[in-house]
Each structure stands twice: as C-alpha cells, then as structure tokens.
C-alpha cells in the first residue's frame, strides 16, 4: 500500500493524465491540472502535511466525475479512504446543475469530516478563479451565483478544520470586494 509522499505523488500524477487536455472554466482557460493542485495545497497547509491520503483524495477529488476513472480503480492504486473520499464528494453529472447544486447542499452536514474539507478547499479555489480585476456584467452575475451558491455548501461543512474556514471565509471577501 502506498503511503506518505508516494501516495501524494502517485495521485497527482494520476490526477495529471486523467485530467489532461481539460481546461478550466474562466477567462485564462488555465490547465484543469492548477485546479487539483490548488485544492491538494489547500488541504496540505490546513493539515499540516500530516494527512497524505486527504491530499491524494484532493488530488482525485474529480476523477470520477470528469473521467472514466472508477472507485474500484482508486481503491486498487491508493486505498479504500481515498477512493471513498473521492466518490463522497462526486456529483451525479447525469443530473441537471440545478439539482446537483440542490443536494450538495442537502448532503453537505452528512459528509465525512475529510470530504467536508475537500468541499471547502474546491469551493476556495472556485470562488479564487472567479476573482477578476475589474469583472465584466456577466462576471459579476456568474460570481454572486456562485457564492451564494458555494455559501449554502461550506454552512454543512464547517467545524472540521477553522483554517479552512478561514480561509473560504477570506476568498468571500476578496469576492465580494470586487463587485
């Protein structure tokens, strides 16, 4: 069984191939890859390093929504926790958006203490790529949906780890200072 920083690593690069050629959503249309790591960072500073399979997780967090990866797969490479992890915060693509923003907030206080961290720290770098200089109309109208949205989620997820909620409520403000 993978451990430590094999497993981070191990992850990421998994993470790297699935996802390659992905963009992400937003003016710069960055590597979907950025997103990952952002997330892993995240969780990485707010553990303090000491939790290796959360980051993996982080690292994973979409693959099986946005790839044809499966949780058999994630167990197989990197352990029953991490692919748990991942599959707890997967949404259900099939779904329309709408729905699928309803039950994460419906589901957000039942989640696992490691997926709430997960969804907070994915919701910090969403609400970061959003941040523009000096945001257009359509801009400013996607941010404030998206935050309104992203506060509903990160209400069920708090009390597992106070940096990251610090740190999400920080990334709300920036926000908010540039409408």
Known sequence: MLTGLRLV???AELAARRHAGQ???GHD??????????VANLLSVACNGEDAELI???WLHDTIEDTDTTHDELAQRFGS????????????????KAERRRIQ???????????KQIKIADKISNIRARIFFEPGFEQQLELIDYLGWA?????GCRGVNARLDALFDEAVAQAKATL
């Open 9 to 11: 690593s191990e992850a």
């Open 23 to 25: 963009q992400r959503k």
């Open 29 to 38: 249309e960055e590597p979907y890859v950025n997103h990952l790591a952002e």
């Open 56 to 58: 993996a997780a982080a």
């Open 81 to 96: 926790r991490v692919a748990d992890l991942v599959e707890e915060v997967t949404d259900d693509m099939i779904l329309p």
């Open 105 to 115: 907030v419906d589901e957000a206080p039942g989640k696992s203490g490691g997926a």
């Open 151 to 155: 506060e509903q989620v990160v209400a």
